[in-house]
Nanobody, 113 residues
């Protein structure tokens, strides 16, 4: 199983960023996928989950209305569209599969002016 996140970087407050997580080694289309994040000195926290068809996304209250999780089962990829980002969104973002709970290596997002 391999999960590879991409799309992180430096973004100004109020800006947007789209993260991607491409999976291999399991049947992507039949498992829910989740995004988590970990800020410096803090525990890893759940951000969003999307079910296998993409019809039922769920979000943490801290990102609801600003972030959108989606997936493309044909590309084995899950996305996290981040809009109106805030400095408190600064963290390493990880994707996780419902298949065995595997994690990716993470991608750094820094929100700063």
């Amino acid at each position: 199983v391999r999960l590879v996140e991409s799309g992180g970087g430096l973004v100004q407050p109020g800006g947007s960023l789209r993260l991607a997580c491409t999976a291999s080694g399991f049947t992507f289309a039949i498992y829910a996928m989740s995004w988590y994040r970990q800020a410096p000195g803090k525990e890893r926290e759940w951000v969003a989950t999307i079910n296998r068809t993409g019809s039922r996304p769920n979000y943490a209250d801290s990102v609801k209305g600003r972030f959108t999780v989606s997936r493309d089962n044909g590309k084995n990829t899950v996305y996290l569209q981040m809009n109106n980002v805030k400095p408190e969104d600064t963290a390493v973002y990880y994707c996780q599969t419902g298949y065995g709970g595997y994690w990716g290596q993470g991608t750094q997002v820094t929100v700063s002016s």
